[in-house]
T-cell receptor, first 112, second 112 residues
Framework: QKEVEQNSGPLSVPEGAIASLNCTYSDRGSQSFFWYRQYSGKSPELIMSIYSNGDKEDGRFTAQLNKASQYVSLLIRDSQPSDSATYLCAVLGSSNTGKLIFGQGTTLQVKP | DAMVIQNPRYQVTQFGKPVTLSCSQTLNHNVMYWYQQKSSQAPKLLFHYYDKDFNNEADTPDNFQSRRPNTSFCFLDIRSPGLGDAAMYLC???????????FGPGTRLTVT
């Protein structure tokens, strides 16, 4: 079992729709969770961090965390073509090494 | 603005010719990371410095070395690059290894 799992996609949504990206993780002791956006040929850009169960909203982005189910998601409302990118879920392991465990990423395509 | 800077952005080297990539940061973070990312793959951690303490990943080849002369700078040395070392090299920083990691723009390495 992979430590952090994401569907690789591509996930295709029409412009203006809600895009839902999902991630599961295996380390039950993990406390910190992050979503990075990565455009082709560019470096990962942090867009959301979440540490507590529930929802966290920032503009069009909402991160959701359920530690009991070991599940974290990212919702993008009013999706725009500029949101087309690969979204990486990253989990900070419980071993206090500061090591981020990345999922393989989900490619999102927003069609005009 | 506080940031992570990587130089050069693009580096072409010959097979077996040593190369050094640099990273600097103005975030005053005490942890610095080096990742290797190949096409369509998640970033792979090579090593990191927690303050002055060097932490090598078990599967990082001996061909890869790192130096951190002070808090702000970190270098990645590839002693004898092979064709398989062609990749994007990413530097990231974090505060205490317990919070978000911020990535620099990356260095794209080509080995001819």
């Amino acid at each position: 079992q992979k430590e952090v799992e994401q569907n690789s996609g591509p996930l295709s949504v029409p412009e203006g729709a809600i895009a839902s990206l999902n991630c599961t993780y295996s380390d039950r002791g993990s406390q910190s969770f992050f979503w990075y956006r990565q455009y082709s040929g560019k470096s990962p850009e942090l867009i959301m961090s979440i540490y507590s169960n529930g929802d966290k909203e920032d503009g069009r982005f909402t991160a959701q965390l359920n530690k009991a189910s070991q599940y974290v998601s990212l919702l993008i409302r009013d999706s725009q073509p500029s949101d087309s990118a690969t979204y990486l879920c990253a989990v900070l392991g419980s071993s206090n090494t500061g090591k981020l465990i990345f999922g393989q990423g989900t490619t999102l395509q927003v069609k005009p | 603005d506080a940031m992570v800077i990587q130089n050069p952005r693009y580096q072409v080297t010959q097979f077996g010719k040593p190369v050094t990539l640099s990273c600097s940061q103005t975030l005053n973070h005490n942890v610095m990371y080096w990742y290797q990312q190949k096409s369509s793959q998640a970033p792979k951690l090579l090593f990191h410095y927690y303050d002055k303490d060097f932490n090598n990943e078990a599967d990082t080849p001996d061909n890869f070395q790192s130096r951190r002369p002070n808090t702000s700078f970190c270098f990645l040395d590839i002693r004898s690059p092979g064709l398989g070392d062609a990749a994007m090299y990413l530097c990231a920083t974090s505060r205490d290894g317990a919070y978000e990691q911020y990535f620099g723009p990356g260095t794209r390495l080509t080995v001819t």
